[in-house]
């Protein structure tokens, strides 16, 4: 036998100096000490559309929150700044044009051109010590009962971690948006194995040697060693798993501070962990040690001679008697209770593989907290100490002093989060996995606009002209035409989308224009749905030329539309000749080819054939007046309708004050908002005319049937009249000042229940092509080429405008 003996190593190593020892519950981690851990995810608040009122609420809620923890507790609240997800791949897209492809993929090349696309996540881990029980019992037999006794202390602990976590979390769920760190499932082998993946351990995993992978766990998760799996080498500039580590530590704060001070990181464009720790002391011990400051500050208002001797002179420390009343101040706070004091450790690590870079990544992040009125270094000597103490569920290494209350704690810990959007459609009706309606490199925090809200789809879209909302409508349909049988439906004015129709050979309908589209209304009549709808539309037709609808009337229509269902002859010449009373063929006569309107409404055969994407320009028809648009417009509504069979749809409804100005169309925007999630449809109103918005009536059905709001810039939104209206749908003095000051054409303000966020479209020369060439020049040129080369004018079209670029389909 070989003696091994000689060849093992007994030092300790890197696991030695890591608190973990096993996972005791779902979501619990014990600690090598006997405290116990959980973690979890969360989502602050927008401070940049936050008024400051509003963050000092939120900072207040937190301090109550905080304030209820007390000794044997510690809170390590941790910014994470990752790499940002990339841009979907083309091959989970589903664009069956090549022009939609092409405007995709140069988005996707303009993306990933950019430098710094960092996310910002943040995670709380809370960690507690249960006091040892006392090894007299005799208090025990005579205050409790008898299952009490007989209780093991670990049992006791793990129930009273529980009920403490629980409560900590349904209070933090009020101001933020929380989610526990559990272990998740996954099938395996056919689903003949389950293999168990916990989110703390690959928290506890990103946090030692900065990667993020799933962490399996073992059949028993006890000796939890493995999780450092790599090599530690100490020193001034410590080496972990061969990439370097550098630690910036904030040891000075500024006379004062308020709600997000430090939220300037969440600007930075470069990886890092912030981590900051907060150690708990009983309020007795608090008093304790803030006299013993209060002391030493006191021994130094007078001179030591004064002092000595008994004397009294005229010289007095100022400084010196100004910090004796601030802790003065700070006893009277922590006998209130209403804050808890504690020793607060905040420091910034970062990971690189090159030194050099990363000291300059070090010295960037030390300046930007210096310019917010901090003191901070980079950790030499330190350094292990200080990213040891950054570690979840250290306790022991780099305890920082002075205390400082949780009031304070409240302000300086990170909170704010900036929304980058879902990385994947939120739509449960579409497939998993889904990208992002689009993705657009807004600042070094991208962003990815989804019109979703869970199910929910409708979105309003408002703000003054000129400021791009045609632009914008066009983006969001070629962009919707990534997910798979995707149909859309575009009401436009003025030819903003008729570029893009024609480019993703869509059909271009101009309705009322004498293009040869006519309507035949009346050709569905085999069930009682059509004729139902039928005999509305007619009740309708009847009554915008003057006649009040009787039960006669109603009989009559309902009459003969059942003869007419039984024929093939089904044109509105066919009702008016068939129906009996005169009132009801005076009326429609003006529909018919005797009247004006025939031409549109009067066909024996209807004209109109619909395909995955079509657009309506109904400005000529606006042009007709209102007695000939509704008819029209109610029927195309129908045809739409019958095609949302669940497929991914959207209608988009360009100048929708037309729409919200009558009470026709009101009722049937309040129906759809109401009853098309179902169908797998979003609609999108986008209008000009504010004031139409806020006299339409349903107002407050558009605030809340349409969770997703986008605003365009509005320099008039500070003024009396409109301010009203954005105040009306939710929005604060922040907010209005952002829309006010946003750049037109470029920047757009959004806003869900997910978040907030002003993001620049970033549009490249091919997209605008096609979504921003709305100018009557533009789209006489385009009609010319369309006309001329067919199908290929698209590659004329790029070439007139300069850019050189193949019309090729997208691999």
Not at 553 to 577: K, P, W, Y
Request: charged content about 20%.
């Amino acid at each position: 036998m070989v003696s091994l003996k000689q060849f093992r190593q007994t030092g300790p190593g890197f696991s030695d100096l890591l608190p973990y020892a096993g996972l005791v519950d779902d979501g619990v981690l014990l600690l090598k000490d006997g405290s116990l851990m959980a973690g979890w995810y969360f989502a602050g608040p927008d401070s940049e559309s936050a008024t400051d009122i509003e963050r000092n609420e939120i900072s207040r809620q937190i301090n109550a929150i905080l304030a209820r923890l007390g000794s044997g507790w510690m809170i390590q609240v941790e910014a994470l700044r990752i790499p940002a997800t990339a841009y979907a791949k083309a091959n989970q897209s589903h664009f069956p044009d090549p022009i939609s492809a092409m405007i995709d993929d140069e988005r996707r090349t303009r993306f990933e051109a950019a430098d710094g696309h960092f996310d910002s996540q943040h995670a709380i881990i809370l960690t507690y010590r249960e006091p040892e029980r006392r090894k007299s019992g005799l208090a025990r037999y005579i205050y409790s009962d008898a299952p009490s006794r007989t209780e093991r202390f670990a049992d006791t602990a793990l129930a009273n971690f529980k009920t403490a976590i629980r409560e900590f979390e349904q209070y933090m769920a009020n101001v933020v948006s929380i989610r526990q760190m559990v272990t998740q499932e996954a099938s395996e082998r056919g689903g003949t194995r389950t293999a168990r993946y916990d989110e703390l351990l690959q928290f506890i995993r990103f946090c030692l040697v900065g990667e993020s992978h799933p962490v399996r766990l073992p059949d028993v998760p006890m000796y939890l060693d493995f999780l450092v799996s790599a090599e530690f080498h100490h020193g001034l500039t410590p080496v972990i798993d061969n990439r370097h580590l550098a630690v910036v530590a904030i040891d000075g704060f500024p006379a004062e501070s308020w709600p997000g001070i430090l939220n300037v990181l969440d600007t930075m464009p470069l990886s890092y962990r912030w981590s900051s720790r907060f150690m708990f002391l009983d309020p007795v011990e608090a008093r304790q040690k803030l006299e013993r400051t209060r002391k030493k500050w006191l021994q130094k208002v007078r001179p030591f001679m004064d002092q000595l001797f008994q004397t009294r002179s005229n010289s007095i420390d100022q400084d010196a008697a100004l910090m004796v009343a601030e802790t003065e101040d700070a006893i009277a706070e922590a006998n209130s209770q209403l804050v808890a004091y504690g020793y607060y450790t905040p420091v910034i690590v970062l990971f690189g593989d090159d030194a050099q870079q990363l000291r300059t990544k070090a010295e960037a992040i030390r300046r930007l907290v210096q310019s917010e009125g901090f003191a901070a270094r980079i950790e030499t000597l330190n350094a292990t100490e200080a990213f040891l103490g950054s570690l979840p569920g250290n306790w022991y290494a780099n305890i920082r002093e002075p205390l400082i209350n949780t009031r304070s704690l409240a302000d300086l810990i990170p909170l704010n989060t900036v929304w980058a959007g879902s990385s994947v459609c939120p739509c449960p009706f579409y497939p998993e996995g889904s990208p992002p309606l689009m993705q657009v490199a807004s600042g070094s925090t991208p962003f990815r606009l989804n019109l979703h809200s869970g199910d929910v789809g409708h979105t309003l879209i408002f703000g003054p002209t000129g400021s791009g909302k045609s632009t914008l409508l066009a983006l969001i349909a070629a962009q919707f035409r990534r997910y798979q049988a995707a149909q859309l439906f575009a009401f436009d004015k003025g030819g903003s989308m008729l570029p893009l129709t024609l480019a993703v050979g869509g059909d271009h309908y101009d309705v009322g224009a004498g293009e040869g589209l006519t309507f035949c209304p009346l050709s569905s009549l085999d069930d009682a749905g059509d004729r139902a709808w039928a005999a509305e539309w007619l009740e309708t037709l009847i009554a915008l030329q003057g006649v009040k609808i009787t039960p006669d009337h109603r009989n009559a229509i309902s009459r003969q539309l059942g003869l007419m269902a039984q024929t093939e002859r089904r044109s509105l010449s066919d009702f008016v000749s068939g129906v009996q009373l005169r009132e009801i063929k005076d009326a429609l006569l003006h529909y018919t080819v005797d009247g004006p309107m025939g031409h549109l409404l009067d066909a024996e055969q209807d004209g109109l054939t619909l395909s995955s994407f079509q657009t309506f320009e109904i400005e000529a028809l606006m042009n007709l007046g209102e007695r000939n648009l509704v008819p029209v417009l109610l029927y195309l509504f129908r045809r739409i309708e019958k095609r949302l069979t669940g497929a991914p749809s959207l209608i988009i409804l360009d100048e929708a004050w037309l729409m919200l100005g009558h009470p026709v169309f009101r009722d049937k925007i309040r129906e759809w908002l109401k009853v098309l999630r179902k169908a797998n449809c979003a609609v999108v109103l986008a209008t000009q005319s504010i004031s139409d918005a806020e006299r339409s009536g349903i107002i407050d059905v558009l605030k809340e049937s349409c969770p997703t709001k986008i605003c365009l810039p509005n320099g008039a939104a500070r003024e009396p009249g409109t301010r009203e209206f954005y105040e009306h749908i939710g929005f604060n003095d922040r907010q209005i000042e952002i829309v006010a000051s946003a750049m037109p054409k470029r920047e757009y303000y959004v806003v869900s229940p997910d978040g907030r966020r002003l993001f620049d479209m970033a549009l490249g020369p091919v997209t605008l092509s096609f979504v921003g060439a709305s100018g009557k020049d533009d789209l006489g040129r385009v009609t010319a080429l369309h006309q001329q080369f067919g199908d290929d004018w698209p590659t004329h079209w790029l070439s007139e405008r300069g850019i050189k670029h193949a019309l090729q389909p997208s691999s």
